[in-house]
Structure formats: structure tokens, C-alpha cells
């Protein structure tokens, strides 16, 4: 049995108490679920790029990606549809500003992406198109069949909280495919130590199967965190029952990993404070978009993670198919460079 290297410990909050235990002492569950074949489930990571510093991070976290994952990288340049077409009762030539903009950005997108090609090895393609940013990004993640897409989060948290949807977030609604959150101020380069939140109420296993290949190729070092508001006894047998579960794949797996419970009526910022205490570089959540009438105000468990500065935020979600219809007024350009 792969014997972690972790130290074990008890943590006590007045909002949470975490224990780990160690791998000998949990009872794997029978399941007859199983991890898939090792196989990496990420085939075409897509980013966006505006060219500020935030956003070559975001690019910088994708190309690591993909040289890990043998993925295809698109890059899409979005301008926003209100800079290229005039406002009502103002005249512009639109003809001459699409150019002067089509001319600056292509040569640009065309340099970034003959750089990826030759110096980073990786198969790129760049796209350039104008619209709204957030549903244009969707709908070109839709029909290039992306299986993740990556997005740098914002320099600070609105002064409204949560009221209005920051545009990871607003990302994540509209997508066909999990999102990756970067952290605007950092570049990641690997994911080396890893929080995956477990909730009965998600679909862990499946979040296991997509993340695997993530853990594995980044030699991650996972803590299973189970997440509960009210400790019951079928509750909390459920959740030990699917930690268990987790912590056999990846013995199997050979990962790394120490597991404990969270009884805590703020499983967000439980959540945030550990990945401090670990000094986490990612965190692997089931991606959620409900809110309650309480959530409407002060956010939910995915909105309280997605925008944190010290580390990203992997939202998984099952992969559907496009449902989008694409749009007559959208403009593309793409460039492929072998």
C-alpha cells in the first residue's frame, strides 16, 4: 500500500474541526465504480487574452497545461462589441476601425502564437472575433468541443460582493466544459499541492475521473476534505463512505492524499482557510450555480472560492454537448501554425 509522506494532525477552529487520518486507517468502501484508464480527459484547453498581465498568467497556467497533457491550446482575442461599433447618434467609420484593430491584434495574436508553436511545442491556434467577451468565449469553447476552459480571475473582489456575477463566474454559467479560475496576480506553472472538497450531495467520482490525470502528471499531493453542515450519523457515514471510496482510487492511482471530516456551517471559508494552512495551489470543487435567497447576497460555496488571489480554482463540470446556436454577426479569424 502507498504509504503517505504527510504529517497528521488535528486542527481546531471555532468554526471547524479537521482530522486527517491516515491511509491504514480507513476502510475502503466497495464500490462498483472504478477510476477509468489512465488517460488524460483534456484534449483542448481554450484561454482568452487581452494581452494584459493577468491574463498572459491565465495563458502562461495553459501552456503548462498542455505540454502536460499533450493538449491542443486555442487562443481567442475578444473585442468587445461596443468598442468597434458606434453608440446611437455617433458617426464612425467602421470599415477603417475594424482594420486598424483587425491589423494590430491579428499581428499580435499571430506573434504569441508562433512563439507557443515553435518554442513551446504545442499544436496552437489562434482565434480572434468580436462580441461580448464572456458569450463569445462560451461559444467558441462550444464548437471547438473544449474540455476546459481557462480564465483569469479579478485583481480585487467588487465592492457589492456578490450582487452582480464576476466574469469567471458568469464564464462558468455559460460553459459546456469545467473552468479553471487563475488568480490574476500569479503564475502557476504546476499544481503541486491540491484541496478536493468532498460533499455528498456532488458527483465526486466524477470529478475524480476528470481531475486524475491532473494529479497524477503534477505529482500532487492531495488533502480529501469532506464537507459537512450538520453532523449526523447517516451524513456522517455517507461522507466516510465516499472518502474511503476516493482514497482507494488513489491508492490505486499512487497519489498522495490525507483525508479528513469538516463539520462547518461556512464550508466555503473553511475550505479557504485550509488551503492557506497548506499553502495550496489548487482547489478541485464540483462547479454549482444554485443559489438561495441568502447565496443571492453573500454568495455561494463556487462564487466564495472562484475569485481567491492565494490559489486556483478548478470547477468541474460534466462535458455537454452544444447547444448554442452560433451567432450571423459574429466575426472570426483563425490561424493555425504547425
Given at each position: 500500500?502507498?504509504?503517505?509522506?504527510?504529517?497528521?494532525?488535528?486542527?481546531?477552529?471555532?468554526?471547524?474541526?479537521?482530522?486527517?487520518?491516515?491511509?491504514?486507517?480507513?476502510?475502503?468502501?466497495?464500490?462498483?465504480?472504478?477510476?477509468k484508464i489512465m488517460m488524460s480527459?483534456?484534449?483542448?484547453?481554450?484561454?482568452?487574452?487581452?494581452?494584459?498581465?493577468?491574463?498572459?498568467?491565465?495563458?502562461?497556467?495553459?501552456?503548462?497545461?498542455?505540454?502536460?497533457?499533450?493538449?491542443?491550446?486555442?487562443?481567442?482575442?475578444?473585442?468587445?462589441?461596443?468598442?468597434?461599433?458606434?453608440?446611437?447618434?455617433?458617426?464612425?467609420?467602421?470599415?477603417?476601425?475594424?482594420?486598424?484593430?483587425?491589423?494590430?491584434?491579428?499581428?499580435?495574436?499571430?506573434?504569441?502564437?508562433?512563439?507557443?508553436?515553435?518554442?513551446?511545442?504545442?499544436?496552437?491556434?489562434?482565434?480572434?472575433?468580436?462580441?461580448?467577451?464572456?458569450?463569445?468565449?462560451?461559444?467558441?469553447?462550444?464548437?471547438?468541443?473544449?474540455?476546459?476552459?481557462?480564465?483569469?480571475?479579478?485583481?480585487?473582489?467588487?465592492?457589492?460582493?456578490?450582487?452582480?456575477?464576476?466574469?469567471?463566474?458568469?464564464?462558468?454559467?455559460?460553459?459546456?466544459?469545467?473552468?479553471?479560475?487563475?488568480?490574476?496576480?500569479?503564475?502557476?506553472?504546476?499544481?503541486?499541492?491540491?484541496?478536493?472538497?468532498?460533499?455528498?450531495?456532488?458527483?465526486?467520482?466524477?470529478?475524480?475521473?476528470?481531475?486524475?490525470?491532473?494529479?497524477?502528471?503534477?505529482?500532487?499531493?492531495?488533502?480529501?476534505?469532506?464537507?459537512?453542515?450538520?453532523?449526523?450519523?447517516?451524513?456522517?457515514?455517507?461522507?466516510?463512505?465516499?472518502?474511503?471510496?476516493?482514497?482507494?482510487?488513489?491508492?490505486?492511482?499512487?497519489?498522495?492524499?490525507?483525508?479528513?471530516v469538516i463539520v462547518s456551517n461556512?464550508?466555503?471559508?473553511?475550505?479557504?482557510?485550509?488551503?492557506?494552512?497548506?499553502?495550496?495551489?489548487?482547489?478541485?470543487?464540483?462547479?454549482?450555480?444554485?443559489?438561495?435567497?441568502?447565496?443571492?447576497?453573500?454568495?455561494?460555496?463556487?462564487?466564495?472560492?472562484?475569485?481567491?488571489?492565494?490559489?486556483?480554482?478548478?470547477?468541474?463540470?460534466?462535458?455537454?454537448?452544444?447547444?448554442?446556436?452560433?451567432?450571423?454577426?459574429?466575426?472570426?479569424?483563425?490561424?493555425a501554425f504547425g
Amino acid at each position: 500500500m502507498y504509504k503517505c509522506p504527510f504529517r497528521f494532525g488535528i486542527i481546531l477552529d471555532f468554526r471547524y474541526i479537521m482530522i486527517f487520518e491516515a491511509i491504514g486507517t480507513l476502510q475502503p468502501h466497495i464500490s462498483h465504480f472504478k477510476p477509468k484508464i489512465m488517460m488524460s480527459l483534456i484534449k483542448k484547453i481554450i484561454v482568452t487574452t487581452d494581452f494584459s498581465e493577468k491574463s498572459l498568467n491565465a495563458v502562461h497556467t495553459a501552456i503548462q497545461m498542455c505540454q502536460r497533457h499533450g493538449a491542443e491550446l486555442h487562443l481567442l482575442y475578444v473585442v468587445e462589441t461596443s468598442k468597434v461599433f458606434p453608440v446611437e447618434g455617433i458617426l464612425a467609420p467602421i470599415a477603417n476601425i475594424n482594420d486598424e484593430i483587425m491589423e494590430k491584434d491579428i499581428f499580435m495574436l499571430k506573434e504569441l502564437t508562433r512563439s507557443i508553436n515553435e518554442d513551446k511545442g504545442i499544436a496552437c491556434t489562434c482565434h480572434h472575433k468580436i462580441g461580448f467577451p464572456v458569450q463569445t468565449l462560451c461559444e467558441t469553447a462550444s464548437e471547438l468541443d473544449c474540455d476546459l476552459v481557462v480564465v483569469a480571475t479579478e485583481n480585487e473582489e467588487s465592492s457589492l460582493g456578490f450582487l452582480f456575477d464576476s466574469a469567471a463566474y458568469q464564464v462558468l454559467k455559460n460553459a459546456n466544459c469545467s473552468v479553471l479560475a487563475v488568480p490574476a496576480e500569479k503564475r502557476l506553472a504546476s499544481f503541486g499541492n491540491v484541496i478536493f472538497p468532498v460533499r455528498t450531495k456532488n458527483d465526486v467520482v466524477g470529478k475524480y475521473n476528470f481531475s486524475r490525470a491532473i494529479l497524477k502528471l503534477n505529482h500532487a499531493k492531495v488533502v480529501m476534505m469532506g464537507l459537512l453542515s450538520k453532523p449526523t450519523k447517516k451524513m456522517d457515514r455517507a461522507i466516510k463512505d465516499l472518502l474511503a471510496q476516493l482514497g482507494q482510487f488513489m491508492e490505486e492511482d499512487l497519489i498522495p492524499y490525507v483525508s479528513g471530516v469538516i463539520v462547518s456551517n461556512d464550508p466555503a471559508s473553511s475550505t479557504k482557510e485550509a488551503g492557506e494552512h497548506y499553502e495550496t495551489d489548487l482547489i478541485i470543487i464540483n462547479a454549482s450555480t444554485k443559489r438561495n435567497l441568502v447565496q443571492f447576497f453573500a454568495g455561494n460555496f463556487t462564487q466564495r472560492l472562484l475569485n481567491r488571489k492565494e490559489f486556483a480554482v478548478l470547477c468541474y463540470k460534466p462535458k455537454r454537448q452544444r447547444t448554442i446556436p452560433q451567432q450571423e454577426n459574429t466575426f472570426s479569424t483563425q490561424m493555425a501554425f504547425g
